[in-house]
């Protein structure tokens, strides 16, 4: 089946796009072959402007994949500072596992991604803290 048109839209940062579709009737929980939504492709590929209007117009901020994997575990995979902090303020669960167990901590540890890692500790300080 491939992408839908609003998938596409996600994926490439066409942020009028995504606007257009769902003011049109655009069903924003459809997913492509592999599970993939916009909110994850959009996040994968740094589209911060889309990410947020996703959340904004009430996409799910843990929806995942087949193999369970979240926006989250993208942001961190690929060091997207920006949609790490954007996500944690939404409410981003960081405790979510994929299939093989990983966390988006995990992911941004295992790629070096030091903002997105260093965001999310101090996430996890401040739920310990109870802040």
Same mark, same amino acid.
Request: hydrophobic share 45%.
């Given at each position: 089946?491939?992408?839908?048109?609003?998938?596409?839209?996600?994926? $490439?940062?066409?942020?009028?796009?995504? @606007?257009?579709?769902? #003011?049109?009737?655009?069903?924003? /929980?459809?997913?492509?072959?592999?599970? @993939?939504?916009?909110?994850?492709?959009?996040?994968?590929?740094?589209? #911060?402007?889309?990410?947020?209007? &996703?959340?904004?117009?009430?996409?799910?901020?843990?929806?995942? !994949? @087949? /193999?369970?994997?979240?926006?989250?575990?993208?942001?961190? #995979? $690929? $060091?997207?500072?920006? %949609?790490?902090?954007? /996500?944690?303020?939404?409410?981003?669960?960081?405790?979510?596992? $994929?299939?093989?167990?990983?966390?988006?901590? !995990?992911?941004? %540890?295992?790629?070096?991604?030091?903002?997105?890692?260093? &965001?999310? @500790?101090?996430?996890? %300080?401040?739920?310990?803290?109870?802040?």
């Amino acid at each position: 089946m491939g992408f839908s048109p609003l998938l596409w839209a996600c994926a $490439n940062g066409q942020k009028g796009a995504v @606007e257009l579709l769902l #003011y049109h009737g655009a069903n924003m /929980l459809l997913t492509g072959d592999n599970g @993939e939504t916009g909110l994850l492709l959009a996040a994968c590929r740094g589209h #911060y402007d889309v990410v947020h209007y &996703l959340l904004r117009a009430g996409f799910p901020v843990d929806q995942s !994949d @087949e /193999l369970y994997n979240t926006a989250l575990m993208f942001a961190a #995979y $690929n $060091n997207n500072a920006a %949609i790490v902090s954007l /996500l944690l303020d939404w409410g981003a669960d960081i405790t979510a596992m $994929n299939a093989d167990g990983w966390t988006a901590l !995990d992911f941004a %540890i295992q790629r070096r991604s030091r903002a997105s890692q260093r &965001l999310i @500790e101090k996430h996890i %300080i401040s739920l310990l803290q109870g802040q």
